[in-house]
C-alpha cells in the first residue's frame, strides 16, 4: 500500500477528521482511544470517533497500537499552517510576534523620558505592531478546529 500524497491528505482532512487529528496532536504522547474522543469531540457514538481515527490510519497519520491510535506523521495542512507546536501545547505563530511587539511596547512607555519625533514614532509603530499582531493572533486561534 502506497502512502497518499500531501494533496490527497489536504483533501481528506476536513470536518469531524480534522478535528480527530487536531486531538490527537493536542494529547501528550500523541495517543488517544476511541471513547476519550468520542467524549472530547462530543460524537454521539464510539463507532463515528473510530470511522474518523480509521481515515487518518488510511491517510498514513495515525496508526492503532492495541485499541489506542498513536501519531506518526505529523502534516501542516489548512488551518493547521498558522499553528507552532511548543511542547504539548499548539499556539498560533502570531503569539510570537505579539509578544515580542508586547514587550517592545512596554519598554517604550517605561523608558520614555520626553516627547520627540522619534519617540512618538516609536510608540505608534510598536502599538500598531502589537494590536495587529494580537487581532491576528486571536482571529487564527478562534479558526482551530
Known sequence: MTS?????IVNKL???TLRAYWAILNTENGLIGVR????QLDF????LASYHLNKLVDLGLVINDRGDYRMVREVRVGVLKEYIRL????LP??????TMFTTLLVF??????KVTFFSLYALIVSLLSSGISWYEAIRVWKQRP
Open 4 to 8: 497518499p500524497s500531501d494533496e490527497e
Open 87 to 90: 511542547g504539548t501545547f499548539l
Open 44 to 47: 454521539s457514538s464510539p463507532a
Open 93 to 98: 505563530r502570531y503569539v510570537f510576534y505579539a
Open 36 to 39: 476519550e474522543l468520542q467524549r
Open 108 to 113: 517604550l512607555v517605561v523608558n520614555f523620558d
Open 14 to 16: 476536513n470536518g469531524n
